[in-house]
């Protein structure tokens, strides 16, 4: 079974500060791990993806991500926040093993403020 | 290139009744997905469809069902509803195994 932990249920930030957003994953085999963003009343939007390769994932939106193999984490990070970066930020992971499909399992949601 | 698109928006209905929501996915892409969230929640796994073939499925009961048409849209169905299906229904579509971009939702209120 693969799970996802988002331990923190909200982060505040200042504008201009840089923002991290933890994430915490359990899965069979090797990962495949995404960032997606929910504005209000809206579908996710894709943000960045980790694959294979380099543990520095550069995104949408200067965003970025850090895949750590031994901690399994994959926490979403960005230099200078925007107030416009507020929102809801979920983590999902997939299994690599093609028999596992498309099925993404995501975490609760780290939602984040950013204030002027 | 159009997004996904979903229909309805909005959906309002009464317990025991049956539902049908509608997902057209990107062009191009032969995989869609379907999810559950709950208000406060991370999405829920339904169901994914591939070359209309079903390739996966969450732990939801029959009454919930789907379907892929042969041009790739698909249909969520979910018969006898009860208080606890409102949420926001949402469909994704991705190209083979790829990342999966979503569609903006169907909201569904069950009263």
């Known amino acids: 079974a693969q799970s996802v932990a988002q331990p923190e249920d909200q982060v505040n930030v200042a504008e201009g500060n840089p923002l991290t957003v933890k994430c915490t994953y359990s899965?069979?085999?090797?990962?495949?791990l995404f960032w997606y963003v929910q504005y209000p009343n809206r579908g996710l939007q894709f943000l960045l993806k980790?694959?294979?390769?380099?543990?520095l994932v550069k995104g949408s939106y200067g965003f970025e991500a850090e895949f750590n193999k031994s901690q399994t984490s994959f926490h979403l990070k960005k230099p200078s926040a925007l107030v416009s970066d507020s929102a809801l930020y979920f983590c999902a992971v997939r299994e690599q093993l093609k028999a596992a499909g498309n099925k993404l399992t995501f975490g609760g949601g780290t939602r984040v403020l950013v204030k002027p | 290139d159009a997004g996904v698109t979903q229909s309805p928006t909005h959906l309002i209905k009464t317990r025991g009744q049956q539902v049908t929501l509608r997902c057209s996915p990107i062009?191009?892409?032969?995989?869609v997905s379907w999810y559950q969230q709950v208000l406060g929640q991370g999405p829920q796994f339904i169901f994914q469809y591939y070359e209309k073939e079903e390739r996966g499925r969450g732990n939801f009961p029959d009454r919930f069902s789907a379907r892929q048409f042969p041009n790739y849209s698909s249909e969520l169905n979910v018969n006898a509803l009860l208080l606890g299906d409102s949420a926001l229904y949402l469909c994704a579509s991705s190209a083979e195994l790829r990342e999966q971009y979503f569609g903006p939702g169907t909201r569904l209120t069950v009263t």
């Open positions: 062009s191009g892409h032969k995989s």
């Open positions: 980790y694959i294979t390769g380099d543990n």
């Open positions: 899965v069979s085999g090797n990962p495949y």
